[in-house]
């Protein structure tokens, strides 16, 4: 059984990679939609539409964290065109570029540490770890992506 598990987990972790290799823009934009579902579930949790609950306060953390240390493996040259949103100032301004996924995962990491082992203890921690993380989305988006009609 275990043999198995660990057989799926690798079909599953290599068909990701050849996606991701293939097609870099379908592997970026996931990465994004998952960002969107953590924050969503963190904002929710944030309105008390959500009660709070530390391990998925946690979770959402956790994916944040994993998103933004992985984030900028997907932006080879080129792929500036076709089903896109990401701006061309990425590769135009690699510097400034580089700077915020810097500044994201440096915001995630904190939040990951002040998350600790149990997720933080209440909603004030919570928001006190995620609130830095959430600004990164539309100050990285005004400078990045480009809204196409
Ligand atoms: C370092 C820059 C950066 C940060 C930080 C960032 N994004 Fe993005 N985001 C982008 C870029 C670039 C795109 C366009 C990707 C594309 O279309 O190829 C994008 C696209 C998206 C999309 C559209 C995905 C799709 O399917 O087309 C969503 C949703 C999104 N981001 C949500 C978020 C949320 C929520 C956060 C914060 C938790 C966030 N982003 C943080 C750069 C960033």
Known sequence: MRTLILSIFAVSLSATAVTAAD???????LLMQSAAAAAGV??????GDIDYNPA??????ATLNAVSHTYGDFFPEGTSEGDT???PKIWEDAAGWQAALE?????????AEASGKDGPADLAAFQQAIGPVLGNCKSCHENFRVQKN
Not at 42 to 47: I, L, P, Q, R
Not at 56 to 61: C, E, L, N, Q
Request: hydrophobic content about 40%; glycine content about 10%; overall charge positive.
């Open 56 to 61: 998925i306060a946690k979770s959402a953390i």
């Open 103 to 111: 500044k994201f995962q440096g915001d995630t990491s904190a939040a």
């Open 85 to 87: 949103t990401a701006s």
């Open 42 to 47: 963190s904002g929710g949790m944030m309105k």
């Open 23 to 29: 097609d870099p823009v379908a592997a970026r934009k």
